[in-house]
C-alpha cells in the first residue's frame, strides 16, 4: 500500500483534491486503523489526489465538549482550524460522523469553513463517477446500523445504502433503522465509560441486528464499528455474523478484485 502524502510535504497544496482526516480513533486503535487503510487504498485505486495531516492533525474536539470541557474543545478547534487555513484546505473527507459533524459544522463559530465529505458520501460519488467498479457479490446478505452523527444528526440515511446495494448484495433493514434508529452506545462520550447498571446498549442494539439474519452487519463510524463488535461478540455464536465498516467492505471487493 502507497503511504499517503502528509499536506507539510505537498508542494502544491492547491492540487491536493480533498485533505483525509483519520481522525484519533483511527490513528490509535489498531482494529480501527484498518478502516484508515481500507480508505487509502480505495482512494489511491481510484487515482484521488490527496494528503493527510499526520502529526499536526489534533482529535477535533468533539469527546471534550460532548463531555463537558468546552475550553478544551475550543483549544483543540483553533489549532485544528489554524493548521487548515495554513494550507488552504477547503474539502475534507472523514469516516468519523462525530469528525464530520464537528468540523462541517461547529468549526464554523471559529472560523473554520470547510466542504465536508462522510466516507460514504465519497464512496458514493467515486462509483457514480466511474472512478471505482465493483463486481458485486450476490451471495452476501447486509444490515446497516445508522450512526447518530451521521444519520439523525445530519439526515445522512442514503449514501451509506446506495454504496451497500452497489455491492451486489441483499440489503435487510433492523427492526429500528434510519430516523428510528438506535444508538450503539457511543455517543456522548460513553464510549470511553463503562456501564454499570442495567443492560449494556451495544448489546442491545446487536441483539437488533443479528435477528435480521444478516451475515454482515455493517456501520460507518468507528465507535459504531467497536461497540457493534462487542454486542455481536455477545450474542451471536462464533463466526455467525461479521461486523465491517463500508469501507472495508468496498476494499474487499474493488483492491482484491
Not at 480513533?25 to 489498531?30: F, I, Y
Not at 459533524?101 to 466511474?130: A, D, M, N, P, Q
Not at 449494556?200 to 459504531?224: H, Y
Amino acid at each position: 500500500m502507497t503511504a499517503p502524502q502528509l499536506m507539510s510535504e505537498v508542494g502544491r497544496p492547491e492540487e491536493v483534491e480533498v485533505l483525509y482526516w483519520v481522525g484519533c480513533a483511527a490513528a490509535l486503535d489498531e482494529r480501527l486503523q484498518n478502516v484508515a487503510r481500507a480508505m487509502v487504498r480505495i482512494m489511491n485505486r481510484a487515482g484521488v489526489r490527496f494528503a493527510i495531516l499526520g502529526p499536526e492533525e489534533r482529535c477535533t474536539g468533539d469527546p471534550a465538549r460532548r463531555t463537558g470541557n468546552e475550553f478544551h474543545f475550543q483549544m483543540l478547534a483553533r489549532e485544528n482550524i489554524a493548521t487548515l487555513n495554513g494550507y488552504g484546505v477547503r474539502r475534507i473527507v472523514t469516516h468519523c460522523p462525530h469528525c464530520y459533524h464537528t468540523i462541517k459544522h461547529e468549526y464554523r463559530r471559529l472560523g473554520g469553513e470547510y466542504e465536508v465529505l462522510h466516507h460514504s458520501e465519497f464512496l458514493r460519488l467515486l462509483i457514480e463517477g466511474g472512478r471505482l467498479q465493483l463486481p458485486g457479490s450476490p451471495g452476501v446478505t447486509l444490515t446497516l446500523h445508522d450512526p447518530c452523527y451521521l444519520g439523525r444528526y445530519n439526515d445522512i440515511f442514503d449514501a451509506p445504502r446506495e454504496v451497500l446495494d452497489r455491492l451486489g448484495g441483499r440489503r435487510l433493514e433492523m427492526r429500528r433503522s434510519r430516523e428510528r434508529s438506535f444508538c450503539c452506545g457511543a455517543g456522548g462520550g460513553h464510549a470511553f465509560f463503562e456501564e454499570r447498571v442495567g443492560g449494556k446498549i451495544n448489546v442491545n442494539r446487536a441483539r437488533e441486528a443479528v435477528a435480521t439474519g444478516a451475515s454482515t452487519v455493517c456501520t460507518a463510524c468507528p465507535f459504531c464499528l467497536s461497540m457493534m463488535e462487542e454486542g455481536v461478540g455477545v450474542v451471536a455464536p462464533a463466526g455467525a455474523a461479521r461486523v465491517r465498516d463500508i469501507a472495508e467492505l468496498v476494499d474487499e471487493m474493488v483492491c482484491s478484485a
